[in-house]
């Protein structure tokens, strides 16, 4: 059935017009985004076994990284995992699992002339202790946090996110993707699989393209393309969905996947201080 739409005015026909060309103008001038990656521990010589539920790596140890990410949004600052806290080193290690926190988060960002209240979102992949351990140093920050990971820690109550776990604090629990900013450059990818409210996160930067930091959907590069979960996988065939997800992703924007925990693999950005734009 064929339609006839029609303005009621010149008037009106004028606004439209204005309204067009500033939505035009707007999307004609993308964020000025940009990345670091910054030290947050080292889990030393671990069993390497326990990243595989098909037998994989008999006797094998495997040395990972920490890593965290402040991500620049024009004026808005954003860190990406809070890394693991001394303490959380300590209980690591007590546990079998050798692990050292890096320097403080704090004293990092000093470097780039910031503060704790400088910080507008945390966002952490997850709630395992080595992405939260220092969460709590930044508690005017927005949490993000997917929903079923929410209800995790205020089950377990851990100091690292004690802020957010008060009546009204500000904590975001998220379902489906979240776009930071609005505008398309800073998205937490919903990836569950490794924990029912897991994420990635994909930003978007003006020379160094698109950049997609995996959370915990594989530990090390080699696990990419192989079917294989760590212990205590939460649900395999929503991280095997959501490993594809990522991986398509990742071809379709032509962006650099970088593996959380691989010391390898982080090299793909710039040693702190120095970033990605």
């Known amino acids: 059935m064929r339609r006839d739409f029609r303005l009621g005015s010149t008037a009106a026909l004028m606004g439209l017009a204005m309204l067009c060309g500033s939505a035009g103008a707007h999307a004609a001038t993308p964020a000025d985004v940009e990345v670091w990656r910054l030290d947050c521990g080292k889990l030393t010589q671990w069993n390497k076994e326990t990243f595989s539920d098909t037998f994989s790596y008999q006797g094998e140890k495997q040395s990972l990284t920490d890593s965290c990410y402040l991500i620049r949004h024009n004026q808005d600052y954003m860190l990406w995992e809070t890394g693991i806290s001394a303490a959380g080193a300590a209980g690591y290690s007590a546990a079998g699992k050798p692990s050292a926190a890096g320097q403080p988060l704090v004293q990092q960002l000093s470097r780039l002339g910031l503060t704790p209240d400088r910080i ?74 490794h924990t029912l409210g897991h ?79």
């Open 199 to 277: 994420y990635s996160l994909l930003v978007r930067l003006r020379r160094f393209g698109p950049l997609l930091l995996s959370g915990d959907l594989w530990h090390f590069r080699g696990q990419v393309g192989r079917n294989e979960m760590a212990d205590g996988t939460a649900d395999r065939a929503a991280e095997l969905a959501s490993r594809d997800r990522v991986l398509r992703a990742v071809a379709n924007l032509k962006a650099k996947l970088v593996i959380e925990h691989d010391i390898a693999d982080i090299s793909r950005l710039p040693p702190f201080p120095a970033s990605a734009r």
């Open 120 to 193: 507008s979102f945390v966002g952490l992949s997850h709630f395992h202790r080595d992405h939260t351990g220092q969460a709590v140093e930044f508690s005017k920050a927005r949490l993000l946090i997917g929903r079923e990971d929410f209800e995790v820690l205020k089950e377990k109550r851990p100091d690292d996110i004690a802020p957010w776990l008060k009546e009204k604090a500000n904590a975001e629990r998220l379902e489906g993707d979240k776009d930071v900013f609005g505008d398309g450059s800073v998205v937490m990818l919903s990836t569950p699989g």
